[in-house]
């Protein structure tokens, strides 16, 4: 029987790092191991710089707890649309969930700061004493792209690699306010000349090595780079690039 696993390919890879950047929320599956059966569960999403998955749980969720006694887990995510739903992609995955302890280290703050910018409701929950993060460290994936379209794919496929981009860390939310304060029109264009969407208020809401996430209420979008930031001084280059790119089409248009 034909093999219907495909090679990875660069379409394959942007398919999935779209989902996992856009998701706002998805299935995750922990290990009961009391029952040996599997507990999925509704959380809801956002992403570390790099493309890791983060979530927020009370303490008195049931996922928690077992996340806490094995953190061993999968995350499906999945678009919709009009029809089958099994024909738009979805990607599942594999990971090892690690709690962050000290949200007022750079990281913990950086945690907090992207996930409200992605799910800004949460900001009614986020300090209760029984809510913390957690970083979903992938370990491999599995790309439902739609019909006979399937991969399997290691970490290296979903995540920006880092190297070199330290900086960016340190730069991403002064950058993130400063477009969304001073340059709210480019903003804008980015979103409704390079993504297509609606026009309004769009906000810039993440800047990671790959692209920028904007939105607009509950609507997100994603802009792709043209190509891969290596350091972090590409960043203001590339802000400017794409808002002149953006005004060129706007005017041809």
Avoid at 90 to 109: D, H, K, N, W, Y
Avoid at 150 to 167: E, I, S, T
Wanted: glycine share 8%.
């Amino acid at each position: 029987m034909k093999d219907p696993i495909l090679p990875v390919d660069g379409e394959a890879r942007q398919i999935a790092k779209h989902l996992i950047r856009t998701a706002r929320s998805g299935a995750l599956a922990t290990n009961d191991g009391a029952s040996g059966v599997p507990f999925a569960s509704l959380v809801a999403v956002a992403t570390d710089v790099d493309g890791s998955p983060l979530i927020l749980t009370s303490q008195l969720s049931i996922h928690t707890r077992l996340l806490e006694a094995d953190a061993r887990c999968s995350l499906l995510l999945s678009s919709s649309g009009k029809g089958d739903p099994l024909a738009h992609p979805r990607v599942t995955l594999l990971a090892e969930a690690r709690r962050v302890e000290q949200r007022s280290s750079p990281e913990g703050e950086r945690i907090r700061r992207r996930y409200l910018a992605h799910q800004p409701k949460a900001s009614l929950y986020v300090d209760f004493p029984d809510f913390a993060f957690w970083r979903l460290d992938i370990a491999s994936a599995s790309l439902n792209g739609g019909f006979g379209r399937a991969y399997r794919m290691d970490r290296a496929d979903v995540l920006a690699p880092m190297d070199g981009l330290d900086g960016l860390l340190d730069l991403e939310a002064d950058a993130v306010e400063h477009m969304n304060a001073d340059h709210s029109e480019a903003v804008a264009l980015y979103a409704t000349r390079l993504c297509g969407a609606r026009d309004g208020a769009w906000r810039l809401t993440g800047i990671d090595p790959e692209g920028l996430l904007l939105a607009l209420g509950d609507e997100i979008v994603r802009l792709t780079f043209p190509e891969p930031l290596t350091g972090p001084e590409e960043l203001r280059p590339m802000l400017v690039r794409l808002a002149q790119d953006a005004r060129n089409r706007s005017t041809a248009d």
